[in-house]
């Protein structure tokens, strides 16, 4: 979810007045559409009716979901003026988030770990953006999304004249009546062409601005806390897996792999030759008023031969202005694609800035060099690193038709299939087989390897990024992608191929350090994920692991999994950089980013991170460029100060106790709802989960929706559908029941101890605070309208019996344990809840006549399809995440 202001924070009167004032610009705005669009809304002094009639269902929908996405936005531009306020009215060393906050630590010990993190090039942060299908808005509403915010960012100061603020509010107004206009449903499902623009926009649009901001920040606040002599760039870089995840989503070929290649790289030289154009119109420096040093020349005119087409021309074109020259000679070479390495792009702009500070003109390599040298070291050639993913049972299947083709093949997971694949392995030289001879999928795979192995002997070996192996549940499964490697032509000694194991469920969590080991003591294994840094990327599901078990089990199993996995790989003297698959909402791990860091066990990050940016979370922190800067800063300031302690956190067996007990007695509580005789029809009939199938966000397959099983439902649509009727279960339900049980089996000690870990223990802290949120998004009355819609009474009587008890056995656990009523630690959300709740019921209940409608009558013509999606749009902007 988007990191807001803190809950404690208290902005001025002056502060809070433009708030209001930026408010009411924007319903006076929406309210002149509305009246244009739809005049028998305006009700009650512009107000939505409570209760919505069929027949204006389609005008509320769409007024009530562009009324969300409004305060969204004022929302977001109220953050960014919150940090400003901070950074001008007590400096950035105390906002929360800043690298100046964070290196003027008074712990001498944190400090020296910091810079020593700093000086070894240690500090790694990886946002990774996915086009999960959890952002159901299109990218010509993002963009509006974009104007209009800042239609608001010019509104805030209060410098115009009448003429021109009323010109800014008929902008404001135009931009809404548009949004009216566009629409935000789409009727058919976005192509993979589609998914690849959405995610590339970010960087055309903030990302690219948004990394000097952060670069600066960071060597700000390095040089105040230990001088000058530290690299003048934090390392970040970012990923994609747009047009590389190919797990569930047969679409995804080699073919548009290398096209999402092609586009990056075209985006990036675009972009690089933009800025460049901007640099030498401004590098007018003459030799003749400022003579340049004999050695500064002489680098120079060696940049300009090396690298300009045509070095004469170039001279006589800019005779006596050298950098404008040698500005003009690097874009001649980016231009026609001469750079044989991203690296010496990178060199030449050092080049230039250096020469700049050689004639004392350091404000000119300041504003204009570094900032794009900046990027490059970011971007690279292109905008990000490709990441591959696959199941492991694609790649089980391609391992089987190969040794299919060469005769006789073992069945997987026997021991005879463990035999084969570690002997081959082994072997200097392996059987070639024709790609002819293979299956589809086995042919597909087999290509897509081979990509990547052409990619990393070209021009930019980091284009693609490893192979992230989901559902990983033995280490024969990722001893066979290397295997394909091989046949794939990555050679006998050493694979360039890095493979990321992801494990998701909770017995993969807990298996998961003796299939590294297990993986590990293959020699081959072993050398090809050894390398000079010592570490080793494993990524870590939420999604799955929640869904298997519950929130608490499945959060407690992540931070367990992690200590082990770090003990286990310490003996063969390598560290983990652990990949958090994590989603928006708190069923797959959302949660305040300096919180969610925080509470990863001590000793696992070691400067490093990386972590999924899914579906409307990317648009919520990476739409504009102030709130993409503070999002960056934020991530990567709080996994610096969380590194700062390297050694392995201290066990305390009390509260490890605790959390394991927590832990099992939530997932027995989840476990007996779900496996419940009843549990499938409820769901099926209860929520919109087999309605989502219509909502086309995403271009995975439309039967990756709906349950047949429970086996068989991604955990995107799951927890979609307990948010669309309110129950929410996969955030809270079996913690009630667990902290009750605790107390009863523990006595009165229990009280005492469980208060401590509120206090003391950062992620219990985090459970307590998240399931908290949760519950004031929950609606037990809203909910009751969902389960009436169960044919039968017998079966909502039973199920939906159990989700009230827990749901109040809940609340009643976590005030105790805070002491407080639910959510008075959280006045915004609470606000937030308060101000939108009376039109999401009306969204629901209008949501479950349609339901009713549509499941009567399925066929494409019924209108009600259409309304019922839009439902589910509104209902989502009104709670700000699809799940």
């Known amino acids: 979810m988007q990191q807001r202001a803190p809950e404690n924070s208290q902005p001025t009167a002056n502060f809070a007045l433009q708030t209001d004032r930026l408010r009411a610009r924007l319903k006076q705005a929406w309210a002149s559409v509305l009246a244009r669009r739809a005049p028998a809304l305006l009700t009650d002094q512009g107000t939505p009716p409570p209760c919505w009639s069929l027949d204006l269902a389609s005008d509320h929908l769409q007024a009530a979901t562009i009324w969300f996405q409004l305060q969204q936005i004022l929302d977001e531009n109220t953050f960014i003026r919150t940090l400003r306020q901070a ?100 009727l058919e499902r976005p192509t993979l062409d589609a998914e690849i623009d959405w995610g590339l926009q970010f960087y055309r649009n903030s990302l690219m601005q948004a990394v000097p901001r952060l670069f600066e920040s960071f060597t700000t606040a390095t040089q105040d806390a230990f001088g000058n002599d530290l690299p003048d760039s934090c390392c970040l870089r970012f990923h994609s897996w747009i047009g590389g995840d190919r797990d569930g989503n047969p679409n ?49 005119t060696q940049l300009i031969e090396t690298r300009a087409q045509d070095a004469a021309a170039l001279r006589a074109r800019n005779p006596n202005e050298v950098f404008r020259q040698a500005a003009a000679a690097i874009r001649s070479c980016l231009a026609d694609q001469r750079y044989l390495h991203v690296k010496d792009f990178e060199k030449d702009l050092k080049t ?113 990024g490893p192979f992230i192996l989901s559902m990983t549940r033995s280490s024969n499964d990722i001893l066979a992608v290397y295997l394909l490697a091989r046949y794939a032509g990555f050679g006998g000694e050493t694979l360039s191929l890095k493979v990321v194991p992801l494990f998701e469920t909770i017995p993969d969590l807990e298996a998961a350090p003796e299939i590294l080991r297990d993986v590990l003591s293959t020699p081959l294994a072993l050398r090809s ?128 106790d605790a959390l394991e007990a927590l832990a099992s007695l939530s997932q027995t509580a989840y476990a007996a709802l779900i496996s419940h005789k009843d549990f499938l029809p409820y769901f099926n009939q209860a929520s919109p989960v087999n309605e989502l199938a219509l909502l086309r966000i995403g271009s995975r397959p439309a039967r ?18 307990w948010s669309q009727n309110r129950q929410m279960i996969t955030s809270w339900y079996g913690v009630g029941k667990a902290l009750e049980t605790f107390r009863s089996i523990r006595g009165a000690q229990s009280d005492a101890l469980l208060h401590r870990m509120f206090l003391h223990n950062p992620l219990f802290r985090l459970m307590i605070d998240e399931v908290e949120k949760a519950l004031l998004l929950t609606d037990m009355t809203i909910a009751r309208g969902y389960a009436d819609l169960v044919k039968d009474p017998s079966v909502s009587a039973t199920i939906f019996g159990d989700i009230q008890k827990e749901h109040a056995r809940t609340q009643s656990m976590i005030t105790t ?67």
């Open 529 to 656: 994920l050894r390398n000079g840094s010592g570490r080793i990327e494993i990524m870590l599901g939420y999604s799955d692991s929640n869904k298997d078990g519950g929130f608490l089990r499945s959060i407690w199993s992540l931070d367990r999994a992690q200590r082990a996995i770090t003990r286990s790989l310490a003996s063969f003297r390598l560290k983990p950089v652990f990949f958090h698959g994590r989603g928006g909402s708190v069923s797959r791990g959302g949660a305040p980013t300096d919180r969610a860091i925080a509470a990863q066990p001590l000793g696992t990050l070691d400067g490093a991170l990386r972590i999924t940016e899914q579906g409307e979370v990317v648009s919520a922190k990476y739409a504009n460029v102030g709130t993409a800067a503070a999002q960056l800063e934020l991530l990567a300031s709080s996994v610096l100060r969380h590194s700062s302690n390297s050694g392995l956190e201290p066990i305390d067996p009390e509260m490890d």
């Open 252 to 300: 995804v070929t080699a073919k548009v792999t290398a096209e999402a290649l092609t586009r990056s790289r075209d985006m990036a030289h675009a972009l690089y030759l933009e800025r460049l154009d901007d640099i030498v119109q401004h590098l007018s420096v003459s030799a003749k008023l400022v003579p340049l040093p004999q050695a500064t020349q002489k680098t120079l």
């Open 704 to 721: 990756r929706f709906g349950a047949a099983c429970l086996d068989d439902l991604r955990a995107i649509p799951w927890v979609f559908a």
């Open 87 to 186: 950074d001008r009215s007590e400096g950035p060393a105390n906002r929360t988030g800043s690298f100046a906050q964070v290196l003027a630590e008074p712990n001498k010990e944190a400090q020296r770990s910091m810079r020593k993190l700093i000086e070894d090039n240690r500090l790694n942060v990886g946002p990774t953006l996915t086009a999960h299908p959890t952002e159901a808005k299109r990218v010509s509403v993002l963009e509006i999304h974009r104007r209009i915010y800042r239609c608001l960012v010019n509104l805030e100061t209060e410098r115009w004249s009448p003429r021109e603020e009323a010109q800014l509010q008929r902008s404001l107004e135009m931009e809404i009546d548009l949004l009216w206009m566009t629409g935000e449903l789409r």
């Open 352 to 464: 230039v800035e250096t020469a700049l500070h050689d004639i004392n003109a350091g404000l000119l390599a300041q504003e204009l060099i570094r900032p794009l040298r900046w990027q490059v070291q970011v971007f690279g050639l292109r905008m990000h690193t490709l990441d591959i993913r696959q199941n492991s049972e694609v790649v089980t299947r391609t391992l089987q038709a190969i040794w299919q083709a060469q005769g006789h093949t073992p069945a997987p997971e026997t021991p005879e299939w463990r035999t084969r694949l570690r002997h081959e392995l082994s072997q200097p030289d392996l059987v070639h087989i024709s790609d002819t001879r293979l299956s589809e999928e086995a042919t597909e795979l087999m290509a897509l390897l081979r990509l990547i192995r052409d990619s990393q002997t070209g021009v930019d070996p980091e284009a693609i």
């Open 817 to 883: 344990i805070t002491g407080q009523p639910l959510a008075a630690r959280f006045p915004r959300l609470r606000a937030q809840c308060e101000r939108n709740g009376p039109t999401l019921q009306a969204a629901h209940q209008l949501q479950m006549t349609l339901l009713q409608d549509v499941r009567a009558d399925p066929s494409p013509a019924n209108p009600a399809r259409i309304h019922l999606m839009q439902s589910m749009n509104c209902i989502s902007a009104g709670l700000g995440w699809t799940g």
